[in-house]
Structure formats: structure tokens, C-alpha cells
């Protein structure tokens, strides 16, 4: 057995893990959680095409999960449209207030983008709060908006179990993977890279940084609205303090600074270890020593970034390239030392 | 973790102990707010579930359950509602709880309410002001609390006696709020209440809440010259508004306030003197002229160091009331317990402190008979205190309330 058969194993071995967990887990509680863990790591790696490729911070993607969320069920309430096609309206419209947004912030450098980004979100997010009314759109300010239980259904976009919703947004999660392991391949993945760490090389090479930059955005706004719809369907209650706030853009950058920022593996990584560590923190000592998950949360936060400020994805891929080298090592015999020096 | 939790309440522990040899024990989950920007008023109803749970288990517990103790389990929802629903999750699925309790933020008990629905748990809500959440067509839920509407309705009656009592016009009205969920929905109120009455409206005022400096809106108050003003605060703004109107000598016939911010402990001590003549419509006050209320108080203020609000008293009597359902029922079974709930007829026992005669739902579930009471802050020889006025029938022996606020 080879290093690449053994990856293909390992691969196949987790999609069946994740497929099965349902089976497995009956818990609603539990599968809630995990949903959640999914729909963040989902979020993470979107933001990460620009976050983690483009080598900028934006801080304020919880826009883009707003917009869809508010689209898809604005049309459902009003015009009976399927949330599935809201999905796509809104995340059409994340697309074009994404590149309007990375037009002229592009051009700025570390924090003025961070916060460039941070007050356009904050825009959308009062703007929503203080008005009733977008046009003929009803979007009840800080009220928020309730998605009435009704039929439930696929076409409907709403289940009365949790099962229907971890396949989705598993589904999703897979999907998005795979481009931003196809995009990290690609052209425009080198361009980014290039023009992330190097700009002024990149640019004295030829590369348009600022199109690769902003197709990235684009491409990020959609997907996260996207996930803004799913969030939208699965809680059945959107308001503005919830999807468009500062906690949800800054959470999503934990994640992706915690796991390993431009990795494919990083979002996922970090996703796991903080939506575990925020939640059963909460459950436990809620009652007991309020206020203690955030603590908890923080030091984890500190502890990663003192001693792993690349990201959790770094000693894990160690790890498991030593692992995959020992099995090499013992089904083949005498390549161990080999194996291991190639690590 | 249990053993955590049985150290950090050990009264609760005795209980654990005592009544697992007999009975099964009603588990009663609580979401309520115990971190982020809510966290005090969530402490509050915190100690005030507490308090009653003893009283209760003390007396023996549920007798038609065979002396069954009430057992709570308290989850923080940080005043978000995504928490707030993942809670009532797994207080119902995995901590099995018979009935939930909460949570205090309106736009929290809104969609947490529809997952009691969902799985049928009874839900009291002892105070989250928004009309909406009775008006769900929901089965499970119960409102200790008075709605909303009422509060302004009452605000507005107040203000209409107030003028025939001092032969004091009043014509213009400012209004300035929280642009949360609570604020925005009292101010859509007040619009309307405000045409019927014939007031003319200078000015409509949403704020942030966490806004650091409100000079600008108070400067906005001044240009007005309204007569009367009404506000809608948290804790922290309500001090700011409060300090920054008298800073800026603002003059004005009146200023009523919607409870929240300034009904909290800690404004009176903060905002001082600023506060005297102030008028808030509240659900209870400590002078309320029933028996039990002032040795609830006097306990509750030995215990934790306040006084009791409208507030906590109604996380303490939503205990009573369950109790009372729970005896009646004679079942754990979440649908007998509904029915029971229904049926509730409360009108004295321990716990009924409240200013009215008794709490019944109607179809909503939203209790019929839960009144408001107004207060004037003043200062009648024993330093700054909240004074019943309004309804008269309510109003403080031998204490004349003082309208229009002299000028400064």
C-alpha cells in the first residue's frame, strides 16, 4: 500500500463516517450541534477563497450570510417563491454588493481593509435594523423575520427532523471543499497565492492581482449567502443582531485563524475544535459559572495562537504524514527510515 | 458535571437527594439570559426561580405527585435567539425536562416558544413583553406578564388622568427608544395611541442601546420643546439619558419611562438625583398592598442583596403557577400539565404577590388579569424611592405626585 492509497482510504473512510454519523447519532440535541459545526466550517471555507487564498482579513461576512438569509425568505413570505430559488437570487445579490464592497477596498492594506470590510457590514446591518420597509420588501427591522412551521417538504426547504438538514448542508460543505481544492489547483489559485503574500512581485509578473482578488470575492459572497438561506430554514427566525452582527463575521475568522487560514483542511480543523469547545462549555457551565464558555473560548483562542499561529492544520498534517509514513514503513518493510526521512 | 452543578446549589442538591426516594422530580428548564449584555436581569429571575423552588420544596413539593420536587435546570442564551432555540433543544431531548421557563428577551422567546410547540412541552414565559409571542396561535405557551399593547395603552391613560387631575395641558409628545424589538414595538404603539389622542408627536427618536455618548439625542429632545417625554431604555442607556437630560437642563412637563433600564436596581444609584420626578409604568412595586409581598421582599433582599422587581416577581410567581398546575394535573405527562395550565385560576397561597387579584390565561394564553402600576421617583425625607401613584386606588397614602416637573 501506497501514500496515495492509504489517503484515498482515509478519505473514504471519513465521507462514510460523515455519512453514517446520523445513523449513529439519534440525539437531536447532538445532531443540532453538528449541524451548526458543519454550517460553520461550510461558512469558514467560503470566507477562506478570500480570507485564506487572497491573503487579506475580511471582517464582515456576516453581510453576505444576512443578504441571503433575508432575500430567500423575503421572497418565500411574500411571493411564495421556493427558498431553494431565493437561495439563488440572494446569492446573486451577495455577489454584486461583494464586488461593489472589494472594489474600492482591494486597494487597501491589512487592518484599513479588515476594517474597511467591518463598516460595511455594520452599514448593512443598521440599515436593516432601523427600517421597515425596503421598497415593497418587508424586512420588519430589528423584529427580525419568522418562517411560519407550514408544510414541511424539499421543496418547501423545511423538515420537521434534523437528518434532512445535516444532508444538506454536508452536501454543501463537500461541494465546497472540492472547489477550493480545485481553485488552489487552478490559475487563478497561484494568482491569489502570488498576489496574497507578494503583491508588488505579482503585479511586476503580469497577474492582474485585484480581478483575481475580486473574483475570489465574488466568488466567496455567493457561497456564503448561500449558507445565509440554509441558516434562514433550519432556524426558522432571522434578525439582524443574529445574522448580520460582528460575533458571526468574527466567529468565522476565529475558526479560519484557529484551524489554519488558506488551507483546505484549516476551516474544517478549527470548526471542530471551537464549536465543540463554545458549546458543551455552554451546556456545562452555563447555569453554574455564567459567562465561563467565553472564557474558555478565549484561552483556547490565546493558547492556539501563541503556540500554533499557523493554524492547528499544521502539526495535524504533521502528524498524519508520520502516521501514513509508519503504515508505508510496516506493510513494505524496509522503506520505513525512508518514510519517515521524506516527511 | 452533575457533581458541579449539586455543589454550586446546594439547596438544590438536598432536594435531588430527598426526593428521588420518593418520587419522580419535575424538571423545569430555564433559558434565560446569564451571560452577554442581559446577563443581570437573567441573574435576577435566576435567584427569584431559586427562592420560590425552595419555598415550594420545602412545603413538601407536589403532593398529588406523591411529594414530587421541583428541580430546575438553567441554560444561558446570551440574549441570542439561534442559542436560545439550541437550548430548548436539548433541555427537551436530552435533559427530558416536563415544562420550560423563559427568556426574558422578546426576539429570544419568539422562536423559542414555537420549539416547545413543536415537541408539545409547556412553555410559561414570566416576562418578554412583545404581543407577538401569545399571538402565535400556540398551545403551549403561557404569559405571566402583562403585553405590550397594554403597557402602552396604560402609559397613555396615565397621562390622560394626570391632566385632569392637575388641570395641566399636555399637546406635544416626544418619543425616544431602544431601536431594538422591545422599543420599536412600544414606539409603533405609541404612534397610533398618540393620534387617537389627539397629541401632536415632535419627535420620533430610535437609539443604539449601547451607544456611548447621547448628547445628540438629548440636544434633539431640547430643539423639540415637547411637553412630555417617552422613553423605552436598557440599563445602561437609561442612566445616560437620564444624567444627560439634566446636564443639558432640559425642560419638560413629564418624562415616562416603560420600566426595563429604569426599573433595575442599579439606576436609582447611578443616575441619582437626575431621576427625581421621573415617571415608569412597572408590574409591581415594593410598596404593593398585598399580603406576603413585603416579607418576599425582605427575604429576597437578605438573600441577594436587592430589592425585588416587576420582573423578578414574575419569574418567582411563574413557580407558583406551575406548582398550582402540577398539583392539578396529578400527571407529568406534558399534555395533562397544558390542560392544567389552562384551567389556571390563581388567586392567593404563597407566592401570590402580585398586584392584581389573580392570574388566569385566556385562548392566547396571555394572562387576563395582569395590570401595570405607575411609579414617581422622589424623595419624601428617606432618600430616592419609587412611589406608587397611578392607578389611584393604588397610589401611596398621604403622597401627591408632582406634575408638571418644577423648572430648572
Known amino acids: 500500500m501506497n501514500e496515495k492509497q492509504i489517503n484515498r482510504l482515509a478519505g473514504i ?20 450541534i453538528v449541524v451548526l459545526l458543519y454550517f460553520y466550517a461550510y461558512l469558514t471555507t467560503s470566507w477562506n477563497l478570500v480570507g485564506g487564498f487572497a491573503g487579506v482579513l475580511p471582517l464582515g461576512h456576516a453581510a453576505f450570510v444576512g443578504i441571503g438569509a433575508y432575500t430567500s425568505t423575503i421572497l418565500s413570505l411574500q411571493y411564495g417563491i421556493s427558498p431553494w430559488l431565493g437561495m439563488l437570487v440572494g446569492g446573486v445579490i451577495a455577489t454584486i454588493v461583494g464586488v461593489l464592497i472589494g472594489l474600492p477596498t482591494f486597494k487597501m492594506r491589512g487592518a484599513y481593509f479588515a476594517l474597511a470590510t467591518i463598516a460595511f457590514a455594520e452599514g448593512i446591518r443598521v440599515i436593516v435594523e432601523n427600517v421597515d420597509y425596503i421598497g415593497p420588501l418587508k424586512v420588519n427591522g430589528p423584529r427580525g423575520l419568522q418562517i411560519p412551521p407550514l408544510e414541511t417538504g424539499l421543496v418547501n426547504y423545511m423538515f420537521a427532523s434534523k437528518e434532512p438538514y445535516y444532508y444538506i448542508i454536508l452536501v454543501m460543505l463537500l461541494l465546497v471543499l472540492f472547489l477550493t481544492w480545485f481553485i488552489s489547483r487552478s490559475k487563478l489559485g497561484y494568482y491569489l497565492n502570488a498576489g496574497g503574500e507578494e503583491p508588488e512581485a505579482a503585479m511586476a ?139 | 458535571m452533575s457533581v458541579f452543578r449539586k455543589l454550586a446549589v446546594p439547596a438544590l442538591a438536598a432536594t435531588l437527594i430527598a426526593g428521588s426516594a420518593w418520587a419522580e422530580n419535575v424538571k423545569i428548564g430555564n433559558i434565560i439570559p446569564l451571560s452577554g449584555p442581559s446577563a443581570t436581569v437573567g441573574q435576577q429571575g435566576k435567584n427569584a426561580r431559586e427562592m420560590a423552588i425552595e419555598e415550594i420544596n420545602a412545603a413538601g413539593g407536589i403532593k398529588s405527585l406523591g411529594g414530587a420536587k421541583l428541580e430546575l435546570v438553567f441554560a444561558d442564551s446570551e440574549s441570542k435567539p439561534e442559542k436560545g432555540v439550541a437550548e430548548a433543544e436539548r433541555l427537551i431531548n436530552t435533559e427530558k425536562v416536563n415544562v420550560l421557563t423563559g427568556c426574558w428577551n422578546s426576539a429570544v422567546t419568539y422562536p423559542t416558544t414555537a420549539v416547545a410547540e413543536r415537541y408539545g412541552i409547556p412553555f410559561v414565559v414570566p416576562v418578554s413583553v412583545s404581543d407577538k409571542i401569545t399571538d402565535q396561535g400556540f398551545k403551549t405557551v403561557f404569559r405571566i406578564a402583562a403585553k405590550d399593547s397594554w403597557w402602552t395603552r396604560d402609559q397613555f391613560s396615565f397621562l390622560k388622568d394626570m391632566q385632569e387631575e392637575f388641570g395641566t395641558k399636555v399637546e406635544k409628545i416626544a418619543f425616544v427608544y431602544e431601536n431594538g424589538d422591545w422599543g420599536k414595538g412600544f414606539a409603533g404603539q405609541w404612534k397610533e395611541l398618540a393620534e387617537k389622542g389627539g397629541y401632536q408627536v ?22 423639540s420643546r415637547a411637553d412630555v417625554l417617552m422613553l423605552v431604555s436598557n440599563a445602561a442607556d437609561a442612566i445616560l439619558l437620564t444624567n444627560t437630560l439634566a446636564e443639558y437642563k432640559v425642560n419638560l412637563k413629564a418624562i415616562i419611562a416603560s420600566g426595563g433600564g429604569h426599573a433595575d436596581p442599579s439606576f436609582l444609584k447611578a443616575a441619582g438625583k437626575s431621576a427625581q420626578y421621573l415617571f415608569d409604568i412597572v408590574e409591581w412595586e415594593t410598596d ?87 411609579v414617581q421617583v422622589n424623595d419624601t425625607g428617606k432618600g430616592l424611592e419609587r412611589i406608587t401613584i397611578w392607578p389611584k386606588s393604588a397610589r401611596r397614602a398621604g403622597y401627591t405626585p408632582v406634575f408638571p416637573m418644577p423648572e430648572k
Not at chain 1, 18 to 32: D, E, I, M, N, Q
Not at chain 1, 272 to 296: A, E, K, N, Q, W
Open chain 1, 13 to 32: 473512510g471519513l465521507l462514510v463516517i460523515a455519512f453514517g454519523l446520523p445513523l449513529v447519532v439519534r440525539s437531536a440535541t447532538y445532531l443540532h
Open chain 1, 205 to 343: 509578473l503580469g497577474i492582474n492581482v485585484a480581478r483575481a482578488k475580486l473574483i475570489a470575492m465574488a466568488m466567496s459572497s455567493f457561497l456564503t449567502a448561500l449558507a445565509g438561506t440554509f441558516y434562514a430554514q433550519f432556524s426558522l427566525y432571522i434578525h439582524p443582531k443574529s445574522i448580520i452582527s460582528l460575533d458571526l463575521s468574527f466567529e468565522i475568522a476565529f475558526i479560519a485563524l484557529i484551524g489554519g487560514r488558506g488551507s483546505i483542511a484549516g476551516p474544517i480543523l478549527g470548526a471542530l475544535l471551537l464549536r465543540p469547545v463554545g458549546d458543551f462549555s455552554r451546556i456545562y457551565f452555563g447555569d453554574t459559572l455564567p459567562g465561563m464558555h467565553l472564557i474558555i473560548f478565549g484561552l483556547v483562542l490565546i493558547l492556539v495562537m501563541h503556540y500554533q499561529p499557523r493554524g492547528l492544520q499544521e502539526p495535524l498534517t504533521r502528524l498524519y504524514k508520520s502516521l501514513v509514513a509508519r503504515l508505508i514503513g510496516k506493510t513494505t518493510g524496509g522503506g520505513q527510515e525512508h518514510g519517515i526521512a521524506r516527511s
Open chain 2, 202 to 223: 415632535v419627535l420620533d427618536e430610535p437609539y443604539p442601546s449601547t451607544a456611548t455618548d447621547l448628547s445628540p439625542v438629548v440636544q434633539k429632545i431640547k430643539r
Open chain 2, 288 to 374: 404593593v398592598n398585598k399580603p406576603g409581598a413585603k416579607e418576599a421582599n425582605e427575604k429576597y433582599n437578605a438573600k441577594y442583596g436587592q430589592n425585588l422587581t416587576g420582573e423578578a416577581v414574575d419569574a418567582y410567581v411563574a413557580m407558583y403557577v406551575l406548582k398550582d398546575a402540577l398539583e392539578r394535573a396529578a400527571s407529568l405527562d406534558p399534555a395533562k400539565i397544558r390542560e392544567a395550565l389552562a384551567a389556571t385560576n390563581l388567586s392567593d397561597g404563597p407566592g401570590m404577590i402580585v398586584g392584581y387579584d389573580s392570574i388566569k390565561f385566556d385562548a392566547t394564553g396571555q394572562n387576563e388579569n395582569a395590570s401595570l402600576v405607575m
